[in-house]
Structure formats: C-alpha cells, structure tokens
C-alpha cells in the first residue's frame, strides 16, 4: 500500500486520545461552530461536517446527547434527526446535484463505527464512478474541493431553509 502523509490528522488525532474526551460532545454553545464545521444546531441534534469525508459533501446529523445506541434516544430525537437528514440531503443535491445518497450509522466498532460511543448518522452525496481507481485500488481518497469551502457552501443554506 502507498503512503500518502496527512499531518493535519495528527492533531485531531492526538487531541482525541490525549484528552479521551467525545469529538461530538460540543455543548450546546455555538462559540466554535465555523472552527467545528457545524452547519445548523437544532433542538436535540446538530449538523456537522466530516472532517474525513466518504466525499464533497459528507455530513452527519448527530445527537447532543451521548448515547451509543438507538434504545438510549427518544422519539423526539430520532424523528428530529430523520428531518434534519432530509433537510440535508435538499441542501446537497441544491449545491452539489449529487445523483444518489449513501444514509445511515454504523453502530459498534464491528460495524464500522469510528466514533462507537456517540450515534451520528452519516448524510454522503453520491456520484456514478466516484468510487475510482483511486479509492478501489489504490486505497487513497480524492475530495475536489477543501472542508473550508464546502461549509462556506453549506452554511448560508441550512440557515435559510431548515426550520427548528
């Protein structure tokens, strides 16, 4: 396998471990949401960006509680969580015109789940042939536009179309 370096990683990375806190545990304050990429704070989730994304685009609505599992929510939380990913998906396809989506959660560190302790469900605009050689062989992602500009992109809109 190649090796691509990625040292901006390194600082979300050692910053995670060192502190064991949760990267989705934020609080309720919005004081650092452009520095975050939080797109829009509803009542019982938040929307935020990936900071490695599947590709352009990829977002997740996460709860501000901290809960691991679905039975640990309640219906006023997963039905805000489903609205806030519909309303994401109309923002995607009006700034991105993706031609599919992939939504969902990866529950437990078996099933994939980078962060296992904090439920968050995935929003990741799709295209034909956007997994390439790139992703399928050569296990390396290519992202056409910087994290910054994306919620630059995003941003304005959740504020003018998604409703508490």
């Known amino acids: 396998m190649d090796l ?4 901006w990683r390194y600082a979300y990375v050692s910053s995670t471990t060192a502190s064991k806190s949760c990267v989705f545990c ?3 304050l919005p004081d650092d ?5 939080v797109l829009f704070r509803a009542r019982f989730n938040f929307v935020i960006m990936n900071l490695y994304p599947y590709s352009t685009g990829h977002l997740m609505v996460v709860p501000y509680a901290h809960c691991a599992r679905l039975s640990e929510t309640d219906s006023e939380q997963m039905n805000e969580m489903m609205a ?16 599919g989506f992939n939504i969902g959660m990866n529950i437990g560190e078996c099933a994939g789940a980078g962060v296992r302790d904090h439920l968050h469900l995935h929003v990741v605009p799709r295209w034909c042939a956007d997994v390439n ?8 992602r290519v992202l056409p536009e910087d994290l910054a500009v994306s919620y630059q992109k995003l941003r304005p809109l959740f504020a003018r179309e998604v409703k508490n």
């Open 4 to 7: 691509l370096w990625s040292p």
């Open 26 to 28: 934020i609080g309720e």
């Open 33 to 37: 949401d452009t520095e975050r990429l």
């Open 84 to 99: 806030l990913s519909g309303d994401a998906v109309r923002i995607l396809e009006e700034v991105y015109r993706p031609e």
């Open 133 to 140: 050689f790139m992703t399928a062989t050569g296990e390396t």
